[in-house]
């Protein structure tokens, strides 16, 4: 009897087993068919296929976007990047989508993204870098890209006040040179770009040929000269891969190039060639951290790109013992201007590691639980627009216009009022990031009390006037004036374009007040609102005779006497002899309906006092 059920359990087992086994492979087909029904396009990158260096859980997304301007785009990045840092993020990415700016600006980030305790940088392309967004992107450890992009042309130009380029003195441009070409020396040096390519990118007249050492697949840009140690033919001039950007610095659209398959986001290329990787071919790597230009032009720069210097060249010492080990691969550019790179070519050129397009890719790029945005703030919004040329220059004209207004006519206040919000906009800015000092502001408010005294209280003394004309337009034009390096002396390039262009803003405002002030002046009884803002005292007989009679000051002599028909506060309307003319007190405020007396008339001004045989009549305030 139990052996018998042995028997009968023992099949039941084998007939669940088969039973078992049928249902494991008929779920593992299913499995197959669902994975191959996946649609090709999204495919999500396993945490094991990512580099252990380039995994993250929490990463931080900055963006730089429009020009980097003065200070605002510096601080706000800064303090952004603090922001992740003390969030703890393992992975930081910079996006980039502009045409370039400051330069002192550009070093600034460069310098807080290198010293950054996020080691993790990354720069996204998407989809322009152009000048310094090129110089930021190349500080980050590796860069990925939308497709299109664009990156280069990071030529040194300046711009005068008329938004012009202008042209460099050769000793200035190589002042401004310096700097940009140590950074990017230092960049390719730390992150494996090709130190001679990143070079033509800063500068002209940068001519190279890509070769490729066929023992270790290694590909290293060469000048003319390692053109001549390695191969005995002249090198080919013909269709350089690089077009180069036109001579003057803008950022130039440029056709676009056959190159490899752009990589899809899970970091597979489609039988991309190898790019240029970094570390010694065949002769060994530079035992110091001299600069080795990659022109002869620039040669003249050798020892200001040296001196700052941390890391060894990685470029190997070509010597003639290495011809026949290296293979020409193409012409990249001729140094007819900087270089600018498309998307193929950053793929083609090392530059770019993987095609990003969304948040999801890049989040999958690298294995990542949390992407984060950080965004710069409202307040730094508008700080950015309230710095803006044009808006500066309006405000400017409100200015003077509501000053004018309140000088000529007290006791509106709205004026005055309209006038004070109008300085702090001006001026609040410029301190937040540094355009303006203590004295510009100073200076500005002792030349509004100097125009006041010269108005109420000294009248036609014109010292008063003058001074503080001079302090108020000096104050305003300091606000233009950077306090950063380039900007920092008077008879440096960067100071006497910022004063320039502070003079050309505000004389073109003051002519634009001035034009407003005088149509104010005559109109401003018959200005909607504007008029209801003034009291007014005359009676209906008074602005009968004001209708009627709208003669000038012309036949008005000094001692003639008359009758206040409008409040002198201190312009206003009064009848002298026979005629209505505008006066103004000459001293204090008088009511409507007061005696007075002329004591100064010109063609340009007719003054009044109380008439001394009459005072009783009039009501001095």
Known sequence: MLNGTSRTNSRHNRTTRHLVAAI????????????????ASTPEVSPTAIPASRQAKNVAIITIKGEIRSGITAESFKRRLAEAEASGADALVVELDTPGGEVGTVLEICDAIKASSIPNTVAWVRPNAYSGGA??????????????????????????????????????????????????????RRNGYDEYLVQG?????????????????????IDRAEYAILFDNTPPTSRPRLVSAQATGNPQKMPSFPGPTPQSPTGTPDAAPSAPQPGPASGLASPDTSYRPASPSLASIAKEVSNPQTLGSQRPLFSESDRGRYTL????????????????????????????????????????????????????????????????????????????IELTHPGVALPGAIAAVALVCLVGPPLMIGMA???????????????????????????????????????????????????????????????????????????????????????????????????????????????????????????????????????????IGDRVVDVVSDLGFLESGAQVRVVEATPFRIAVAPDDASQGEGKIV
């Open 329 to 404: 691969i193409e012409y990249v550019s001729d140094g007819a201007g900087p270089v600018v790179m498309k998307h193929s070519d950053l793929v083609h050129l090392g530059f770019v590691d993987q095609t990003i397009k969304t948040d999801s890719q890049l989040k999958a790029y690298f294995g990542a639980t949390n992407v984060e945005r950080l965004n710069a703030t409202w307040s730094e919004g508008i700080v950015f627009w309230m710095t803006n040329p044009f808006v500066r220059g309006f405000l400017i004209v409100v200015f003077l216009v509501s000053l004018f």
């Open 135 to 188: 110089i930021i992107a190349l500080a980050c450890r590796t860069m990925v890209a939308t497709d299109p992009a664009t990156l280069g042309d990071a030529l040194p130009i300046a711009i005068n006040a008329l938004g012009m380029l202008n042209q460099l003195p050769e000793h200035e441009r190589q002042k401004i040179l310096s700097p940009l070409m140590a950074e990017v020396v230092d960049s390719a």
């Open 24 to 39: 494991a492979l008929l779920l593992s087909m299913l499995s197959i068919h669902l994975t191959h029904a996946q649609p």
């Open 201 to 221: 990118i800063v500068s002209r007249g940068v001519e190279l040929w890509l070769v490729e050492d066929t023992q270790t697949g290694a590909r290293f840009c």
């Open 437 to 575: 000092n203590w004295w510009e502001v100073a200076a500005i408010i002792v030349g509004i009390g100097l125009v006041a005294i010269e108005i109420f209280v000294l009248p036609g003394f014109t010292v008063f006037g003058v001074i503080g004309l001079i302090c108020l337009f000096g104050g305003l034009v300091g606000t233009f004036v950077r306090q950063e390096p380039g900007h920092l002396f008077p008879d440096s390039p960067g100071a006497r374009d910022d004063l320039l262009y502070g003079v050309a803003t505000i004389l073109l405002s003051s002519l634009s007040a001035v034009v407003a002030m005088y149509f104010i002046g005559k109109h401003f009884g018959s200005l909607p609102i504007v008029s209801k803002l003034v009291l007014s005292n005359t009676s209906d007989t008074d602005e009968l005779i004001l209708a009627m009679d709208p003669t000038d000051g012309v036949g008005i002599r000094i001692g003639q006497t008359g009758r206040t028909l409008t409040p002198l506060r201190p312009a206003g309307r009064a009848m």
